[in-house]
């Protein structure tokens, strides 16, 4: 005897289906590969949205966030953000042929990877959304707590033992205060191998309609093409954040 709920079914077939996508669709589509009744498809989409499991861009096309995949769905301001970034973090990855990241930090520093675009090189730079992140040495926590506020940068610092992950990691904190006041008079961040050996990154900031911070863009790579290109990498990824910061303003 088949004890399954339809619509419980449908809805992990859903999920399963849009896990596998590698970029947005349509509900056409979705009715289409799934052959599940539009009207259906629609509410469980709607239902799902609401929930903080997907993610709906401009076009209306769907996709399933990537904090989903790992067991933590956006919160209610999340969304949104996700949804005005993405074809801008698209743009960027496919323009850079760079791995693209869109990621919060919390009043505790701690950072949240929201979203993703992944290089096609062979040889690229890429990370799973819920690995662990220290703010004080990579481009997207720099620039985040660049842009935070002073209470919140202290207190960060107060209580996080700056470790060396790399040879190149900055420990000291008075150099490491210099160059946040620096992040924040630039406008972006360049972390240069001191998280990881051989990978690059730079963030700029995404701000909303009121002028504050809300989450950084991160152009991952790997250390020489970053040399071969840094003037050109460091103004793709400041232009995509403002395209970004007039979307969500």
């Given at each position: 005897?088949?004890?399954?709920?339809?619509?419980?079914?449908?809805?992990?077939?859903?999920?399963?289906?849009?896990?596998?996508?590698?970029?947005?669709?349509?509900?056409?589509?979705?009715?289409?590969?799934?052959?599940?009744?539009?009207?259906?498809?629609?509410?469980?989409?709607?239902?799902?949205?609401?929930?903080?499991?997907?993610?709906?861009?401009?076009?209306?096309?769907?996709?399933?966030?990537?904090?989903?995949?790992?067991?933590?769905?956006?919160?209610?301001?999340?969304?949104?953000?996700?949804?005005?970034?993405?074809?801008?973090?698209?743009?960027?990855?496919?323009?850079?042929?760079?791995?693209?990241?869109?990621?919060?930090?919390?009043?505790?520093?701690?950072?949240?990877?929201?979203?993703?675009?992944?290089?096609?090189?062979?040889?690229?730079?890429?990370?799973?959304m819920d690995a662990a992140?220290?703010?004080?040495?990579?481009?997207?926590?720099?620039?985040?707590?660049?842009?935070?506020?002073?209470?919140?940068?202290?207190?960060?610092?107060?209580?996080?033992?700056?470790?060396?992950?790399?040879?190149?990691?900055?420990?000291?904190?008075?150099?490491?205060?210099?160059?946040?006041?620096?992040?924040?008079?630039d406008g972006y961040a360049?972390?240069?191998?001191?998280?990881?050996?051989?990978?690059?990154?730079?963030?700029?900031?995404?701000?909303?309609?009121?002028?504050?911070?809300?989450?950084?863009?991160?152009?991952?790579?790997?250390?020489?093409?970053?040399?071969?290109?840094?003037?050109?990498?460091?103004?793709?990824?400041?232009?995509?954040?403002?395209?970004?910061?007039?979307?969500?303003?």
């Amino acid at each position: 005897m088949n004890f399954e709920v339809k619509s419980a079914g449908r809805i992990l077939d859903l999920l399963e289906y849009l896990s596998l996508q590698r970029e947005p669709v349509s509900l056409s589509q979705i009715v289409r590969d799934l052959t599940i009744p539009k009207s259906s498809t629609h509410g469980l989409i709607q239902t799902l949205i609401a929930r903080g499991y997907l993610a709906q861009d401009p076009a209306g096309r769907y996709s399933l966030v990537e904090g989903s995949r790992h067991g933590f769905p956006f919160k209610a301001h999340e969304e949104p953000l996700v949804a005005a970034a993405r074809p801008a973090m698209k743009q960027l990855r496919d323009q850079s042929g760079e791995t693209v990241l869109l990621a919060t930090m919390n009043a505790h520093g701690d950072i949240r990877r929201l979203a993703k675009y992944v290089s096609r090189e062979a040889i690229r730079y890429d990370v799973n959304m819920d690995a662990a992140i220290a703010a004080y040495c990579t481009a997207t926590g720099r620039l985040l707590l660049a842009n935070a506020s002073p209470e919140v940068r202290d207190n960060y610092l107060a209580r996080v033992k700056l470790l060396s992950f790399t040879p190149y990691t900055i420990t000291d904190p008075a150099r490491l205060r210099s160059l946040l006041d620096q992040i924040r008079r630039d406008g972006y961040a360049v972390n240069d191998q001191e998280f990881i050996t051989g990978s690059t990154g730079i963030a700029a900031p995404v701000w909303d309609r009121g002028g504050t911070v809300v989450a950084a863009l991160n152009l991952g790579t790997v250390t020489p093409r970053f040399v071969a290109r840094r003037e050109l990498l460091i103004l793709m990824v400041r232009e995509a954040a403002l395209q970004i910061s007039r979307a969500i303003g």
